[in-house]
C-alpha cells in the first residue's frame, strides 16, 4: 500500500531550476582545488571531451565518466569525497540557488507535496545538495562506487522518466493515483513533465518556452 504522504508528489529537476548554473564542473573543480591539485593539468582535456561531445563522438552519458575520470580519478575511495561533496553543497545554497525556487518548494512542502528531485547531476555530491535542501528523495545518476563508471542509466531525458517511473512503482504509487507537479528548465525534461498533471517551466531554454506555450503548461521565470 501507498504511503499517503505520496497522494501528493512534487519533481523538481536540479541544475538550473532550483540551481542557477550548472552544478557538476563546479563540483569537480571543488574536489580538485583541495584533493589532488595536480589534475589542473588535465582540466584542458575537459575542453578536449566537451568537443568530443559535441561533434557526437562521445555521448552524454560517457562524456560524464571522462570528465569524472579526469578531476577525480578513475578510481577512488567515494569515503573520502563526503566531506568535500558537503562543503560544496554548503557553497551552492549559499551561492547558487534561485529563491524563487526555495519558496516554491516550501509552499509545495506546505500543502503536503512529497519534494523529490530528480537530477542527472552524479548523486555522489546532490545527496549533500539534496540534505541541505531539506530533500529526502533523490533520483540521479550513480556511479560505480568508488570508479569513473556509471552505474546505470544517465539519469536524463526519457532515461530520467524510466527511473521515475520505477521510483513511484518501489514506493507503491500506481498511476493515476497521485497529484503530481513537476518544474523544469530544459526541453530535455519534456517526459518528465509530460508526466505530471500541473507541468511547470522554470525560467525555460528557448526550445522549452515553445513547446510548453504549445501544450499550454506554467512558465514561471525564477531568475
Keep these: 500500500m501507498a504511503d499517503p504522504s505520496f497522494s501528493r508528489i512534487a519533481i523538481y529537476d536540479m541544475d538550473r531550476t532550483i540551481t542557477r548554473h550548472g552544478t557538476m564542473s563546479g563540483f569537480l573543480l571543488h574536489v580538485l582545488a583541495r584533493r589532488q591539485r595536480w589534475r589542473v593539468v588535465l582540466v584542458p582535456l575537459m575542453g578536449l571531451a566537451g568537443l568530443a561531445y559535441a561533434v557526437r563522438l562521445v555521448d552524454r552519458r560517457r562524456?560524464?565518466?571522462i570528465n569524472l575520470a579526469l578531476l577525480v580519478g578513475r578510481r577512488f575511495d567515494a569515503t573520502r569525497l563526503d566531506a568535500l561533496a558537503?562543503?560544496?553543497a554548503r557553497r551552492v545554497v549559499r551561492r547558487n540557488i534561485h529563491a524563487q525556487a526555495l519558496a516554491q518548494i516550501a509552499m509545495d512542502r506546505a500543502a503536503g507535496f512529497r519534494i523529490v528531485l530528480a537530477t542527472a547531476s552524479f548523486r555522489l555530491y546532490v545527496d549533500a545538495i539534496a540534505k541541505q535542501l531539506g530533500i529526502a528523495d533523490v533520483i540521479a545518476t550513480d556511479n560505480v562506487p568508488g570508479r569513473a563508471r556509471l552505474a546505470g542509466p544517465?539519469?536524463?531525458?526519457?532515461?530520467?522518466?524510466?527511473?521515475?517511473?520505477?521510483?513511484?512503482?518501489?514506493?507503491?504509487?500506481?498511476?493515476?493515483?497521485a497529484e503530481i507537479r513537476a518544474y523544469s528548465d530544459h526541453v530535455s525534461d519534456a517526459p518528465m513533465l509530460e508526466l505530471a498533471g500541473t507541468p511547470v517551466a522554470t525560467t525555460p531554454s528557448p526550445k522549452l518556452r515553445r513547446l510548453a506555450r504549445q501544450r499550454g503548461w506554467t512558465i514561471v521565470d525564477w531568475k
Excluded: M
Design 154 to 177: 544517465n539519469c536524463y531525458g526519457l532515461d530520467k522518466r524510466a527511473l521515475i517511473d520505477a521510483w513511484l512503482v518501489r514506493e507503491g504509487v500506481a498511476p493515476g493515483t
Design 63 to 65: 562524456l560524464k565518466a
Design 86 to 88: 558537503d562543503s560544496y
